[in-house]
């Protein structure tokens, strides 16, 4: 079993910059890739960012140039660094980590964190 916790979320100006953590533990050794997910009210889930174990990245278009997703393999830590928030951003982004397959279809996640709430202010 992989626990994830997030952490880092909060209330943001349009236009301005928050990072937040997830923190993987347990059986890591069998974490294939992980990424973010994000679920504003009355919507469905959605991709953000992905990574997987080799350091491939995968982003959602409306994020694209705007946020990235840093890890750091030494602390078990997969970050989401997002700049040029917009309003519509606002929803709470869960951490998700899978076993195998693709992180960017929600089929394939095995965990997920929590979650942590965005606010981005107009």
């Known amino acids: 079993q992989v626990q994830l916790v997030e952490s880092g979320g909060g209330l943001v100006q349009a236009g301005g910059s928050l990072r937040v953590s997830c923190v993987a533990s347990?059986?890591?050794?069998?974490?294939?890739?992980m990424g973010w997910y994000r679920q504003a009210p009355g919507k469905q889930r959605e991709l953000v960012a992905g990574i997987t174990s080799g350091g491939i990245r995968n982003y959602a278009d409306s994020v694209k140039g705007r946020f990235t997703i840093p890890r750091d393999n030494a602390k078990n830590t997969v970050y989401l660094q997002m700049n040029s928030l917009k309003p519509e951003d606002t929803a709470v982004y869960y951490c998700?980590?899978?076993?195998?397959?693709?992180?960017?279809?929600?089929?394939?996640?095995?965990?997920w964190g929590r979650g942590t709430q965005v606010t981005v202010s107009s």
């Open positions: 347990g059986s890591i050794f069998s974490i294939n890739a």
């Open positions: 998700a980590a899978n076993e195998r397959g693709s992180i960017t279809t929600m089929k394939y996640v095995d965990y």
